[in-house]
């Protein structure tokens, strides 16, 4: 069992920045690829973002490409997502996931994810 909890969500201005973090608990954090999903109202999940077990691989959304930076410290248990450029269409409870892998990739998915976090609100004005 992994326990994932998120913070640092809010409200920002378009153009802001917010820094995401999800500290993780129980098993061995290190065998979990990381990711993050985003869902709007009356919209899907969507991914935003993963990286590998190791942190060497990272794969993002099209949507947020150049604008979000994920990173891990598997010594600290914690995976997170930096925002800039924010957008108001960047409007979202955002996800954290754990992924168990048995090799250093990673997976866009949902269905990849077998835990999941309560999810943290972030709110872009415009």
């Known amino acids: 069992q992994v326990q994932l909890v998120e913070s640092g969500g809010g409200l920002v201005q378009a153009g802001g920045s917010l820094r995401l973090s999800c500290a993780a608990s129980g098993r061995t954090f290190s065998a979990y690829a990381m990711g993050w999903f985003r869902q709007a109202p009356g919209e899907e999940r969507k991914f935003v973002a993963t990286i590998s077990r190791s942190g060497g691989r990272t794969y993002y959304a099209d949507s947020v490409k150049g604008r979000f930076t994920i990173s891990r410290d598997n010594a600290k248990n914690t995976v997170v997502l930096q925002m800039n450029s924010l957008k108001p269409e960047d409007t979202a409870v955002y996800y954290c996931?754990?992924?168990?892998?048995?090799?250093?990739?990673?997976?866009?998915?949902?269905?990849?994810?077998?835990?999941w976090g309560q999810g943290s609100q972030v709110t872009v004005s415009s």
């Open positions: 996931a754990a992924d168990y892998r048995s090799y250093d990739d990673t997976c866009s998915t949902y269905g990849c994810y077998e835990y």
